[in-house]
RNA sequence: GUCCCCAUCGUCUAGUCAGGUCCAGGACACCGGCCUUUCACGCCGGCAACACCGGUUCAAAUCCGGUUGGGGACGCCA
């Protein structure tokens, strides 16, 4: 076999959403399995909608992702000379013709077609202009457009699809489809498939709202005497409601940007992604990536479109509670020195970061996160929830404040006492601050765990967290003395 | 209105092509238990599905037909 080239051609008109990045990320995988080249290409054409920031939007999250390619980013408006030569060529072999409908009156004909509840398709008014016709309107400077002209043939025709099976479609049933609009500017149908060609795309991985197009293209290869590439037509992903999932009516919650945002660590995400329509078939859910190339492959995408189990405005689960449980998995599965890079990133633009963490206390730093991480989510949980761990500004929660401190107004004593004690501490460790922790409350005649989640309160500001003699030693002596001393002031003045 | 595609737990899915090993397996979520100074992690257990109707067959989640439901396309968008 020859090697397979794949594209992945976004139209940069909004932000990469996950539907686009699971297409990439299949085209990729695929690339990756067959030792082939992925190329990026920017489809362009709408002039009134493509944007600068669009393309460094979905080029930012493809590099998020880790999704790399070959070739490109190509421009589809830099080869529109291809897609009109291509255009001349159809005309000229009298495979296209012009038209002179207007926009206006194609409308028109479409509404009231659907209003009788009427099939609406082009109904081929100017295919059979004469030659002096076409001249003679063009001369009276009527704009036209460039139709394909579909060939008139008994049967069906169709292709073998990778994922579908056999999609056939009859020619009768296809209309004929504008290729180039009256300002010359060549549309999507056609230049998609023109770039295909002079790519040499042997693979196509796009989703299933391309199926029809497929059948048109279909007719464009064979017009341009070109071979078919093999098509591969993955299900769509919808919402609970099953529609479509758009930047529209989702917003930021399918932009992958937001994943970044929020946390996620870029494989987790993508092995969300990949489980969106696709299973190895055993059992296995969590891949490194060469293990998701290993076992990748087209017949095993699912035809069904899947559905993104985002339910707005869930109080525990804020995006697919799937997509959350494997980034929890990695979190607190992958070798802490992985995700240090990660943690620092998030520390770093929370203005938490210290260098030293970077140097002198870098084993500090890895132990750190390794005693923290089971309990978090998402990676900015370390700035958020784990910030006691990196400043002194932390915030002491109001459900602790009330449950582990304020209801026992004794700590406002104790917990200064045991910092004396803790500050002579020549032997600060584990099991020097449990003892003297237990002997007050011992002295005090409450349970251990009054002390000990006081001092939780107190030196952390959560309900919860790891073994609380671990946090002492991991914050240190000093710090854990004068947080504890502080306790008084947590209390409401006079009480 | 026309054409096309799809249909297994709440969600992601295995099983369908080669019918029996499936009174349907795994994961997430949920519920219970163990562990424990808290909360997690971890471990153990539980709940929960073959859309419907007919046909073929000794035997159907699996094959065939229909129904229903859902999705997609029908653009001088991509």
Redesign the pocket.
Known sequence: MQQTRLRF?P?PTGYLHIGGARTALYNWLFVKKTGGKLILRI?D??AD?STEESIAGIVEGLEWLGIDWDEGPYF?TDFSGDHRRAAEKLLEERKAYHCF???EE?EKK?EAALAA??????DGTCRHLTDGEVEEKQQAGH?S?IRFKVPEREGRIGYDDEV??R???SYE?I?DF?IV???GSP???LCNVVDDIRDRISHVIRG??????TVKQLLLYEALEASIPVFAHI??T?D?K???ISKRSHGEIVAVQFYKEHGFLPWAFNNFLV?????P?D?R?IFSREELIEAFSLD?I??????F?YRKGDP?FFT???A??INE?YL?TIPVEELAPLVKDVLIDYNLWQDDYDHDRHQWFLDTIDLIR??FHVLTDFATLGKAYFSDQYEIEAKPLNKNLLKHPGLKQWLPELADEYENLTDFSLEQTERLARACAERAEVK??VI??GM?TVVTGQ???????DILVTIGQDKVVSRLRNTPQLFPEGS
């Not at 489980?275 to 299973?279: A, C, E, Y």
């Not at 699912?302 to 559905?307: E, F, R």
């Open positions: 051609p139209s489809e054409t709408d909608r589809q409908c207007s926009k194609l479409r509840k009427q099939n609406f398709g082009y704009p457009v579908l099976g999609i056939e479609s049933e209309d504008v609009r009256s300002n549309l999507y149908l299933q709202d391309h199926m029809t197009n299900p769509l919808l609970t099953k529609a479509k489980l969106l329509g696709w299973s078939g059992d859910e095993r699912n035809k069904s479109a899947s559905i189990n525990k697919d509670p799937k959350i449980a998995h607190r089971s309990r251990p765990g000990i989640n939780r309900l919860a967290g790891p073994s609380m003699f």
